[in-house]
């Protein structure tokens, strides 16, 4: 009864540093490698993961290259070659009498109100290595390094996003669809940070089930 009292209310803590058991107490976090369809990738999903770091305490996050880290992380983005197997219209409408007035003389058409994509994000973490290492590590024989002794986590997390496009009519200077474009690129960039902040707690579930 005394050990039971004892232990109510204890919670584990999961902020404390999980890489402590392999000497690591410093990381260095350079910019992502974006070799994926999809561009300007890699700045956000860089950030997001290196907030995710950033919450053990115990750990002392470098951004960029940093000789005197106990560790380096490497993330590389992935995805099939082709911007079009990436990113895919996954909902469509047909055009209604409001949009069919900004046709024109044009045969009525289908128009995408929903896209999806996905890609694929490899975390390498890498205790020490040498310049040699980190630009193997970034080519298609990185893979071959997983039995290297300084390769502490390697892992892929898949990761697949969405988001819902503006669509109108442009009779009028005021008209959605006059700033279709401008919209739906500010959508996409809002999905890609979602997406961002959705990877780095994968990658600290990843963390916790590695450590």
């Known amino acids: 009864m005394l050990t039971l009292a004892s232990c109510a ?23 992502f490698v974006n070799r994926s ?12 993961i290196t907030f995710a770091l950033n919450e053990y305490s115990g750990i002392k996050v470098m951004s960029g290259d940093n000789d005197n880290a106990d560790a380096v992380l ?5 995805s099939r070659d082709h911007y079009n197997e990436v990113v895919k219209t996954t909902n469509q409408l047909f055009t209604d009498d409001t949009i069919k007035t900004s ?5 009525p058409f289908y128009y995408p109100i929903e896209t999806s994509y ?7 973490l890498i205790k020490r ?10 080519t298609d024989l990185g893979l071959y390094m997983k039995i290297n002794p300084k390769v502490v986590l390697m892992d892929t997390i898949p990761l697949t996003g969405k ?15 006059k700033t279709n474009f401008v919209k739906n690129k500010g959508l996409f960039e809002k999905s890609i940070q979602d997406t ?14 590695a450590f």
Do not use: C, W
């Open 129 to 138: 290595p040498s310049k040699e290492e980190l630009q193997l590590l970034t």
């Open 9 to 31: 209310g204890y919670h584990f803590n999961t902020n404390n540093n999980p890489l402590l058991g392999y000497d690591i107490r410093s990381v260095a976090v350079p910019m």
């Open 103 to 107: 046709i024109g003389a044009r045969n």
């Open 196 to 209: 961002a902040a959705g990877a780095a707690k994968t990658f600290k579930q990843v963390v916790l089930n």
């Open 74 to 78: 490497i993330g590389i983005l992935d």
């Open 163 to 177: 988001f819902s496009r503006v669509v109108g009519d442009n009779v009028s200077s005021d008209s959605p669809g």
């Open 37 to 48: 369809a999809l561009p300007e990738l890699a700045a956000p999903m860089t950030r997001e």
């Open 118 to 124: 996905e890609f694929a994000l490899q975390i390498i």
